[in-house]
């Protein structure tokens, strides 16, 4: 009777025993040069390394749910299911019309929950996906990310809009450059952020698939460590901030999240790159992201867009006052008819300030007038909405203003990331897609894969973008910022950073001017961003007069596709310089930006032409370019591509940029 009991108590402890044996798992990426490590028992923690090489130490990964259960090493381990997947899906509104997702997999198995763990030769992803029966609250999820050195860390911290709510924020922070274990006391950063090894490799933190669930911040946690913040669950929110169209969160829960039974999380990305320019051609954060239903998505258009806001609605040699009313709107869509522009924009002014209401227009709009004709004429309306207006009643707005003909809405001071915010964003998507409507979300957190399950979801914001150089002061370096985005911002999917000014300066002589901005740097500068930038709906930021006083300029801007076939990064170093090649049909762009410096470049041309003799429509900076920035060159070459002759060198001046459009002979 006593050795039965003896048995059965042992019996009982087996489990407990075996949950708590090591346990130990390699997944590697299918080129075999990353490894990830997996510790499942008695600690739940990961590994990474590449080509031998230590990036991260033993991290920790846990969920803390609101029942003070755990997800980690303490649950039961069950087993590890091991998967492969290369397939090719379909990217209708991208960087590419194809991207191959080729991963090697494993789960392991809990008796509450799996994690799931990526690795492709790029990177790794990993989330937590659960086996609950019923809805569950997250308390906390711990993220870690120990590295195995002192990287050199880029990082765009925090700058709270509101004292008294942390996580309000622009998601516009300019790049602090330190070691990482200078990470500033207290502070936390958005993603996605940048890591340098001291033999050059790079890391990228980012997130994807971020739906029902808050966005990841990171925080010091000592010497070389990071772990993920994440915003409480409001309990309050009230109307309030800029023009009474945000919503301020008053109070918080204890807790970060509700979640529906068997809710899989975001995704959490370690990316790595040999060399920095890799960075510019990633598809991790899009190909993570969840497909798109099956229906048709051709009514998505993307397309250049004539903006009001920043030019301030100055236009001349007009017989009527140029402002916020139906004749000036009529004026920027007759301009962008004549110009192959697809869109105009209604930005902030045309619904009465400070009611929050999109139904109440001021009364110089006649807002079915400018979008009749507008239709007539072949060109879009895209109207700007605060997000508090918008939010109080998402389908009545979409519904109203797609049977009115209006084609999509930019919707801006979101300025939050918390799980409620997150919904918002999806809401809109899912509501403004049954409606044949585009989104960009402005005012808004880093794109974190909902591109991918709506197309129509056409840019984000999240960065600090040209409108900045209406009121930042010379001590502000855009120019360095601008070659820093692609790796780093753009990791993470398309950016609104609304380009194309024709007053354009070099470093003496830019000045903040808000009616009459400016950028810094080169005319040619401007023009390559829209080959480097991605944005499927691109701003044309400065007023029609000006552009039509720049004939050659508007019309490659027209011209440039804003999404392609293929793209290839040639060259860059993150904060110095950036060149990319994109294809669409048979014509390759390909765009190149330094930093202050000027600097010549060696483009390889047999990256991405085929052999064969070439037309090629170039603009590059003029000889006096680095002092007065307005100075380009247009020009037209022949160049050869063939196994002994593919390189064509450029120059750029400080500040300066270089274009050209390649067609085949």
């Known amino acids: 009777m006593k050795i039965r009991h003896l048995l059965a108590a042992a ?29 499942a028992a008695p600690t739940l923690q990961y590994t990474l390394s590449y080509d031998g090489q230590a990036l991260l130490a033993p991290s920790e990964l846990a969920l803390a749910l609101g029942d003070g259960s755990v997800y980690d090493a303490s649950v039961r381990f069950e087993k590890a299911i091991r998967a492969t997947v290369d397939e090719t899906v379909p990217a209708p509104v991208y960087k590419r019309a194809q991207v191959r997702n080729h991963y090697n997999q494993l789960t392991l198995r809990y008796k509450t929950f799996d994690l799931v763990l990526r690795a492709y030769d790029a990177g790794m992803a990993w989330r937590f996906v659960s086996r609950s029966k019923k809805d569950f609250v997250v308390k906390d999820e711990t993220a870690g990310f120990h590295f195995a050195e002192d990287v050199e860390t880029t990082v765009p911290y925090v700058k709270p809009d509101s004292p008294r709510d942390p996580f309000l924020n622009g998601f516009e922070a300019y790049y602090d450059i330190h070691s990482l274990s200078a990470w500033k006391e207290g502070q936390k950063a958005f993603l996605p952020v940048s890591f340098r ?29 990071l772990k993920g913040l994440f915003a409480p669950y409001p309990k309050l929110i009230e109307q309030d901030g800029y023009n009474k169209l945000q919503g301020i969160v008053r109070t918080t829960e204890d807790f970060i999240a509700k979640q529906p039974a068997g809710a899989s999380l975001p995704w959490r ?137 209006v084609k999509g809405f930019k ?22 897609a049954r409606y044949h409507l585009l989104v960009d979300f402005h005012g808004a957190f880093k794109p974190c894969g909902l591109q991918r399950p709506y197309p129509n979801v056409i840019n984000h914001e999240g960065v600090a973008g040209l409108e900045q150089m209406k009121w930042a002061q010379p001590s502000v370096d855009q120019v360095t910022y601008d070659v820093q985005i692609p790796y780093i911002r753009m990791f993470a999917g398309p950016m609104d950073y609304t380009q194309g000014a024709m007053r354009n300066a070099n470093r003496r002589n830019y000045r903040p001017v808000n009616s009459e901005p400016m950028s810094q740097g080169t005319r040619c500068r401007q023009l390559a961003e829209y080959v480097i930038f991605e944005a499927p709906l691109t701003m044309l930021c400065d007023a029609p007069t000006n552009y039509l006083a720049e004939p050659e300029c508007l019309k490659w801007m027209a011209a440039v596709p804003t999404v392609w076939d293929e793209t290839v990064a040639l060259d860059g170093r993150i904060g110095d310089y950036a060149a990319i090649a994109r294809r669409k049909g048979g014509a390759w762009y390909v765009g190149a930006m330094t930093d202050w410096d000027a600097r010549d470049l060696t483009l390889d041309l047999g990256a991405f032409l085929p052999e064969g003799r070439y037309r090629v429509e170039i603009f590059r900076d003029g000889v006096n370019a680095d002092r007065k920035a307005t100075d380009y060159v247009r020009e037209f070459q022949e160049v050869s591509v063939s196994a002994a002759q593919h390189s064509l060198p450029i120059h750029m001046a400080p500040g300066g940029g270089w274009t050209a459009r390649f067609t085949r002979l």
């Open 11 to 39: 019996l009982l402890l087996l489990p407990l025993c075996l949950a708590a044996a090591p346990r130990h798992f390699e997944l590697r990426s299918p080129d075999g040069r990353l490894c990830v490590g997996i510790d």
């Open 197 to 225: 090894f001291a033999n050059g490799r790079r890391v990228n933190i980012a997130e994807s698939d971020l739906l029902d669930y808050p966005g990841m911040y990171l925080r010091h946690d000592g010497q070389t460590t």
């Open 269 to 405: 990305i370690v990316a790595v790159a040999t060399e920095d320019r890799q960075l510019l051609d990633s598809d991790l954060v899009w190909v993570l992201g969840r497909p798109a239903a099956d229906v048709d998505w051709s009514w998505v258009k993307p397309g250049k867009v004539a903006w009001d806001w920043w030019n301030d609605w100055n236009i001349q040699g007009v017989d009527f006052r140029a402002g916020i009313n139906t004749e000036t709107y009529k004026y920027y869509i007759d301009f962008a008819a004549a110009n192959g522009i697809e869109y105009v924009i209604l930005d902030e002014g045309w619904a009465v300030l400070n009611k929050a209401d999109l139904f109440q227009i001021v009364p110089e709009i006649d807002m079915k007038a400018i979008v009749d004709h507008a239709n007539s004429k072949g060109v879009g309306i895209i109207l700007w909405a605060g997000y508090w207006s918008m939010q109080r009643d998402i389908e009545g707005i979409c519904k109203y203003y797609s049977e009115m003909g």
């Open 411 to 432: 919707i801006d001071f979101m300025n939050r990331d918390d799980q409620l915010m997150v919904d918002f964003y999806t809401e809109v998507a899912q509501t403004a």
